[in-house]
């Protein structure tokens, strides 16, 4: 009888030490957790500007994926966003004095379109497989819709008004 008592107290004991042994990694962590935040905190300067031309944000293999910036000849600031095979596939941006957003295929291409004027009249253009615009929707500066259907060559198809 003496042996199963001393026997349930050395498994008493050995639980107790596992116990403290847990807390002690579980504050010892806490430590760590509170001394690199803090350092993370005073490496970081509070209300700092960031500033650059342009934004690249490459994938694991090197290509670009994202970028944010001016065009080459700084008329339009755009992010564009890229596929793996590196084609633009969306862009949302300014151009000179309008906003836009066109979505392009997997070659590149634009294929809808989507734009506000400077004078702010918006605009909704599908283009074909070979980027040409054939259908614009929009309204007029006066707020007048309109709709031009445009043939292979550009041109007028019909439209209305």
């Given amino acids: 009888m003496g042996d199963e008592r001393l026997e349930a107290v050395l498994r008493r004991v050995e639980d107790l030490e596992a116990d403290v042994r847990r807390w002690r990694r579980a504050a010892m962590a806490l430590v760590l957790s509170a001394v690199a935040l803090t350092t993370l905190g005073a490496a970081v300067p509070r209300g700092r500007v960031v500033?650059?031309?342009?934004?690249?944000?490459?994938?694991a293999a090197g290509r670009v994926r994202a970028e944010l910036g001016p065009s080459d000849n700084n008329k339009s600031?755009?992010?564009r966003f890229r596929d793996e095979a590196s084609f633009s596939r969306l862009v949302l941006g300014i151009e000179e004095e309008s906003s836009l957003l066109v979505l392009h295929d997997k070659t590149g291409r634009p294929r809808v379109g989507l734009v506000t004027l400077a004078q702010g009249a918006p605009g909704f253009t599908f283009y074909d497989t070979t980027g040409r615009a054939r259908v614009e929707?929009?309204?007029s500066r006066d707020g007048?819709?309109?709709i031009v259907v445009r043939d292979a060559r550009g041109g007028s198809a019909?439209?209305?008004p």
């Fill in 51 to 59: 500033e650059a031309q342009k934004f690249v944000l490459k994938d």
């Fill in 77 to 79: 600031i755009a992010l």
């Fill in 137 to 139: 929707l929009g309204v």
């Fill in 144 to 146: 007048e819709p309109g």
């Fill in 158 to 160: 019909w439209k209305a």
